[in-house]
């Protein structure tokens, strides 16, 4: 394997460690809605949050990385540029990773002062890391950016892959600058926040997670680079047209004018629709074919992440970016039902759909196939969807009961939460949580010893 492959089997055993951590303290912030005098004064529910929130960007974020890191050298046919330092650099990640973890469950808390700015917490959500990891997570991106810039350089050739990536990764170090100001209006700090939020995760990343898509489907189902590319061009054109438009439907409670709601309602929901469009399409060329994967696992998370992106981030997003619906669902657990659905939708499956194929190239299976990652898959979605659908519930219960009866008083706030239909959702959810955590556990068994179990049936195909 080239140096830049080995560095990505790293990249995707520390994704998957931060999945495990991930996981776990989702489960334990769902517990809190059940028992919230659990873990009194030793881990406040905040912090437990913060921890899930971060380690789902981290997790995803790595395993990004290491699938750029695993298919750049075959798609331009030399080692990765500068690899040394990325092979450096993943080590400091990792160790940063685990100081902010450590900061978080230990320290917690930090004055209002520029200390606590840089070695504590910065205080705004989704990116509470201290400016000290904050600037060594754009190093990281900036290192990351030279990797595949320099490669595509020294190789005196590109893609229209790899020409999309290099593009991507301007506003994906770019936007990433706004964690850094510490803005004390409101208003100003939310409306440029959102910039970071909606574009970093939801545009550039969606990007991003295309281009690996498209290099993925060429070597899982042999998809012509016209397909991919062609689908790949359509993603960017919509993300460039919608994305900026789109963040419309994140103002409604930061005093932007009223035009800003129905544009960002309307354009949002457009952006999930060519990665959807570019697997159907590679799925029905290869019907048309007659050609058949060797590897199912790979093929089924892979139809899980073009559907899961439509449906979660698409429809699931669709129903609470409209004006007159986001007055009353924001900040209930209707978000949250969409947060889940549109992040494991949107990239968690496609990151494990790579994992698969990784796997089956690094364990020379000619065949991928068996009953434990049916069981995975089987529970990981089935606990996600679960927890989807609570939620939902749940946050039906707010939008009604707290928000459109009660008029978003704290009586309304508490009846809401007292209500017997929203408390049936949080313990649905906890126990869903549960099923999910099952398949987690299941699929790391699986990874772990996947062609080591059973080389005979794994190595060899079956019978057609």
Known sequence: MYRSQTLALKYFSAAITLFGVMTITGLISAYYYLNPDFLLGILPFNIAKILHINTLVMWLLMGFMGSIYWFLPAELGRETAGIWAAEILFYVFCAAVAVVAVVFIFIQYGGSNEAALWFINQGRKYVEAPRWAALGIVV???????????????????????????????????????????????????????????????????????????????????????????????????????????????????????????????????????????????????????????????????????????????????????????????????????????????????VISVLYLVLQKTRNLAFVDGPLWKWSFAALNLGLVGMTGALLVSGFVQAFVERAIGGSTLNAFISGQENAWFVDGMVARFLLALVFTAGYVVLVWDVLTLGRRAPAVAAVAPAQ
Request: proline share 3%; with cysteine; net charge negative.
């Open 140 to 350: 990281i991106m900036v290192v990351f950016a030279y990797n595949v810039i320099g490669t595509a350089i020294a190789a005196r050739k590109t893609t229209g892959i790899i020409t999309v990536l290099m593009i991507d990764l301007i506003p994906l170090i770019l936007l990433y600058l706004i964690a850094f100001p510490a803005i004390s209006n409101m208003s100003a700090d939310l409306f440029w926040w959102w910039w970071l939020v909606h574009l970093w995760v939801e545009a550039t990343w969606e990007v991003l997670i295309g281009c690996i898509m498209a290099l993925a489907l060429m070597q899982l189902l042999g998809t012509s680079r016209r397909i991919v590319e062609t689908w790949l061009y359509i993603e960017v054109a919509l993300v460039l047209g919608t994305g900026i438009l789109g963040l419309g439907h994140h103002y409604f409670w930061i005093g932007t004018p009223n035009y800003w709601l129905t544009i960002g309602g309307f354009f949002s929901a457009l952006e999930p629709l060519p990665l959807l469009g570019m697997v159907v399409h590679a799925v029905y060329d290869a019907g048309a074919q007659h050609m058949k994967t060797t590897n199912r696992p790979a093929f089924y998370w892979m139809m899980a992440e073009a559907f899961g992106n439509f449906i979660g981030a698409g429809v699931w997003g669709f129903m609470i970016t409209l004006p007159q619906i986001n007055l009353y669902a924001h900040g209930t657990q209707w978000t949250v039902s969409h947060g889940h659905f549109a992040f494991w939708g949107a990239y968690s499956c496609g």
